[in-house]
Nanobody, 125 residues
């Protein structure tokens, strides 16, 4: 299972670090992604990292403001977000997809086997 944490309320311009901890399975052959979903909107990929080869992906909306990193020994993936904006307000979910040869990187949403419970990030203006 995946456990996401680190959400909270922050003022615009502030920073937050979200963490995703995996338990019950090894993460070395997985891609771990962060998705977010704002009220009434679609769940979208924010960032993704392959624990196998280290490649990363960032959505245009967070590029240059977000850094995704992994600690395979600790089975965790973190997402540091700087210069937060009100439009970053959403529930953030982490997800894990094993590398069976993805159709693309980041993997399609249906390729994720595990999902965390979500952590709420609220950015006030």
């Amino acid at each position: 299972q995946l456990q996401a944490c680190g959400g909270g309320t922050v003022r615009a311009g502030g920073s937050l670090r979200l963490s995703c901890a995996a338990s019950g399975f090894g993460v070395d052959d997985y891609a771990i992604a962060w998705y977010r979903q704002a009220p009434g909107e679609e769940r979208l990929t924010v960032a993704c990292i392959s624990n196998k080869d280290g490649r990363t992906f960032y959505a245009d909306s967070v590029k240059d403001r977000a850094t995704i990193s992994n600690d395979n020994a600790a089975h965790t993936v973190s997402l540091l977000m700087n210069n937060l904006k009100p439009e970053d307000t959403a529930v953030y979910f982490c997800a894990a997809s094993i590398d069976r040869g993805w159709f693309r990187f980041p993997p399609y949403r249906w390729e994720y086997e595990y999902w965390g419970q979500g952590t709420l990030v609220t950015v006030s203006s």
